[in-house]
């Protein structure tokens, strides 16, 4: 009798268990609370309690806040510009559009277009957003050479202001990609009047659900919370954003929390994985690191030379050391993203074979001068010492350059690169238009690229509608660099993002452009 009781109460226990954990999956918000009334205990959903301050890793220097100017081109950029500012449309990390300081938007041809733009918007120094706004974005950004925003913009022909919240923008060539240009975080609408009453200061001010208090160059940037934010508002009072170059002092901050958020390194992946105090966030970036040749430089220019290179280089081993075995080795000998569109994946990767790589190198002008390689994120100096070795393997005397991002941007220009070899991690969205910035005049051609075939391709793809007869001009596009070989792709990232346990609402983009907005961090 003892034992049925025993059974029986036991029974009844369990399923009481059972009722109190609710059997669901767990979620980042509070779980409802019993609050007492009149007529008894009614379930009502608790709200959510938030910690006011978000503190953030970025993995490079910011020294300038400015579309505008080149100094500016840190890879950080697209992080902070979705925190302070607004781009015409929003592009999702599912591949959609969706209305943001533009409503809406049509054309008929690809060279025209009309775009209604939203009412009631302010900018933090509380001017009304119009469409003045951004014919002064348009043409302040045809002047300012050597920056994102005049790659993406310095296509418009002409503007016509219909109204304050009305604009007409009439290209020079049909682009069936220009929505996606606009919508790229890197060419924000900013404000006239701030740039006119404060030219250094002018590029702080913007339409985003944050705004800048400080700046300390090389630092952290300091944003507080904009309560007259048109959208959603954001989650946290104040928003920090801090470079620490140091791996294992960052990694400590986190671990005490003093970051919400931090890149991890993915040697340390099992032990945050493991710990219940984190998240751990991951994702493969359609970027693709690669290795970069000075093609007006007379060694690094010649074909021979990069053969070589190409012939020594071991990926598998960039991947173990540099990454420590996560990631994806690339999988065609084309410089492109990792699902970028009309991917040419019929070109052959060069796999490492060290005989055919000096017989190469015997054939070049190399006479044994020093190489030198330029590298300014954690990762990419690391694959730079490993390329450095290998380089070594067959006789090329090399030497690793560390830099940081300012430095880089100022160095390796393309009207003015002074480096042999970059080896760097490169931005692709997933429209082929991307390669633009790889195979064309820009700031981001490394390499300082130039094929007026190339180019000519380029133009004729973005004013063709047509699916196929697109990939017939990109897959030719892809030959041409390929027997060019300005760039050798390496690696398609895996990242990390270790967070306290209840931090999220960051939208992780493939392109690294995350979007913090509407972070949070659950107390």
């Given at each position: 009798?003892?034992?049925?009781?025993?059974?029986?109460?036991c029974?009844?226990?369990?399923?009481?268990?059972?009722?109190?954990?609710?059997?669901?999956?767990?979620?980042?918000?509070?779980?409802?609370?019993?609050?007492?009334?009149?007529?008894?205990?009614?379930?009502?959903?608790?709200?959510?309690?938030?910690?006011?301050?978000?503190?953030?890793?970025?993995?490079?220097?910011?020294?300038?806040?400015?579309?505008?100017?080149?100094?500016?081109?840190?890879?950080?950029?697209?992080?902070?510009?979705?925190?302070?500012?607004?781009?015409?449309?929003?592009?999702?990390?599912?591949?959609?559009?969706?209305?943001?300081?533009?409503?809406?938007?049509?054309?008929?041809?690809?060279?025209?277009?009309?775009?209604?733009l939203?009412?009631?918007?302010?900018?933090?120094?509380?001017?009304?957003?119009?469409?003045?706004?951004?014919?002064?974005?348009?043409?302040?950004?045809?002047?300012?050479q050597?920056?994102?925003?005049?790659?993406?913009?310095?296509?418009?022909?002409?503007?016509?202001?219909?109204?304050?919240?009305?604009?007409?923008?009439?290209?020079?060539?049909?682009?069936?990609?220009?929505?996606?240009?606009?919508?790229?975080?890197?060419?924000?609408?900013?404000?006239?009047?701030?740039?006119e009453?404060?030219?250094?200061k002018?590029?702080?001010?913007?339409?985003?659900?944050?705004?800048?208090?400080?700046?300390?160059?090389?630092?952290?940037?300091?944003?507080?919370?904009?309560?007259?934010?048109?959208?959603?508002?954001?989650?946290?009072?104040?928003?920090?954003?801090?470079?620490?170059?140091?791996?294992?002092?960052?990694?400590?901050?986190?671990?005490?929390?003093?970051?919400?958020?931090?890149?991890?390194?993915s040697?340390?992946?099992?032990?945050f994985?493991?710990?219940?105090?984190?998240?751990?966030?991951?994702?493969?970036?359609?970027?693709?690191?690669?290795?970069?040749?000075?093609m007006?430089?007379?060694?690094?220019?010649?074909?021979?030379?990069?053969?070589?290179?190409?012939?020594?280089?071991?990926?598998e081993?960039?991947?173990?050391?540099?990454?420590?075995?996560?990631?994806?080795?690339?999988?065609?000998?084309?410089?492109w993203?990792?699902?970028?569109?009309?991917?040419?994946?019929?070109?052959?990767?060069?796999?490492?074979?060290?005989?055919?790589?000096?017989?190469?190198?015997?054939?070049?002008?190399?006479?044994?001068?020093?190489?030198?390689?330029?590298?300014?994120?954690?990762?990419?100096?690391?694959?730079a010492?490993?390329?450095?070795?290998?380089?070594?393997?067959?006789?090329?005397?090399?030497?690793?350059?560390?830099?940081?991002?300012?430095?880089?941007?100022?160095?390796?220009t393309?009207?003015?690169?002074?480096?042999?070899?970059?080896?760097?991690?490169?931005?692709?969205?997933?429209?082929?238009?991307?390669?633009?910035?790889?195979?064309?005049?820009?700031?981001?051609?490394?390499?300082?690229?130039?094929?007026?075939?190339?180019?000519?391709?380029?133009?004729?793809?973005?004013?063709?509608?047509?699916?196929?007869?697109?990939?017939?001009?990109?897959?030719?596009?892809?030959?041409?660099?390929?027997?060019?070989?300005?760039?050798?792709?390496?690696?398609?990232?895996?990242?990390?993002?270790?967070?306290?346990?209840?931090?999220?609402?960051?939208?992780?983009?493939?392109?690294?452009?995350?979007?913090?907005?509407?972070?949070?961090?659950?107390?």
């Amino acid at each position: 009798m003892k034992k049925i009781v025993c059974m029986a109460l036991c029974l009844v226990l369990c399923i009481g268990l059972l009722y109190g954990c609710g059997g669901g999956g767990t979620t980042n918000t509070p779980a409802p609370s019993a609050q007492p009334t009149e007529t008894g205990t009614t379930p009502t959903t608790k709200e959510p309690e938030y910690h006011d301050t978000i503190n953030l890793y970025i993995a490079d220097k910011v020294a300038i806040i400015d579309p505008f100017n080149p100094g500016a081109a840190s890879s950080q950029f697209g992080i902070y510009s979705h925190l302070l500012f607004d781009t015409l449309v929003y592009y999702t990390v599912d591949g959609k559009y969706e209305p943001c300081l533009a409503t809406e938007w049509s054309t008929e041809d690809n060279v025209h277009f009309n775009f209604k733009l939203r009412e009631g918007v302010k900018y933090h120094n509380g001017e009304p957003f119009t469409a003045d706004d951004v014919a002064f974005t348009i043409d302040r950004a045809k002047g300012a050479q050597g920056t994102q925003i005049f790659d993406r913009l310095n296509q418009v022909e002409s503007y016509e202001i219909v109204n304050d919240h009305e604009i007409n923008i009439t290209l020079k060539n049909p682009n069936v990609d220009f929505i996606f240009d606009v919508s790229y975080p890197y060419v924000p609408i900013m404000n006239r009047d701030a740039y006119e009453k404060d030219p250094e200061k002018g590029g702080w001010v913007g339409t985003g659900p944050f705004k800048l208090d400080n700046l300390i160059p090389n630092d952290s940037i300091i944003l507080l919370a904009n309560d007259d934010y048109w959208g959603e508002k954001a989650l946290c009072k104040k928003f920090v954003l801090r470079h620490i170059p140091e791996e294992t002092t960052r990694l400590i901050m986190l671990e005490n929390g003093e970051f919400t958020f931090a890149d991890l390194p993915s040697i340390r992946v099992p032990e945050f994985e493991n710990n219940p105090k984190y998240e751990v966030y991951s994702y493969v970036m359609d970027n693709c690191n690669y290795i970069a040749f000075n093609m007006r430089k007379p060694i690094t220019g010649d074909k021979n030379f990069r053969l070589a290179v190409a012939y020594a280089i071991d990926r598998e081993a960039i991947l173990d050391i540099a990454f420590d075995g996560y990631g994806k080795i690339v999988d065609s000998g084309t410089f492109w993203g990792n699902n970028t569109a009309y991917k040419n994946r019929n070109l052959p990767l060069i796999q490492q074979d060290l005989d055919k790589a000096k017989e190469y190198l015997a054939k070049s002008i190399y006479n044994g001068e020093t190489i030198e390689i330029y590298a300014h994120l954690a990762h990419t100096i690391k694959t730079a010492e490993v390329v450095m070795a290998q380089l070594r393997d067959i006789g090329i005397n090399a030497e690793v350059r560390k830099v940081d991002g300012p430095t880089m941007a100022s160095i390796a220009t393309f009207e003015n690169n002074n480096c042999d070899i970059i080896v760097n991690s490169g931005a692709w969205s997933p429209l082929a238009s991307s390669c633009k910035s790889y195979f064309t005049p820009s700031n981001s051609n490394r390499a300082c690229y130039v094929n007026p075939e190339v180019t000519a391709l380029i133009d004729q793809a973005a004013a063709t509608p047509d699916g196929e007869e697109r990939q017939k001009l990109y897959y030719k596009i892809q030959e041409i660099v390929y027997e060019d070989m300005p760039y050798l792709g390496t690696i398609h990232m895996q990242l990390f993002i270790g967070a306290q346990k209840g931090a999220g609402g960051a939208v992780y983009f493939p392109t690294n452009n995350h979007d913090y907005g509407r972070a949070y961090w659950l107390k």
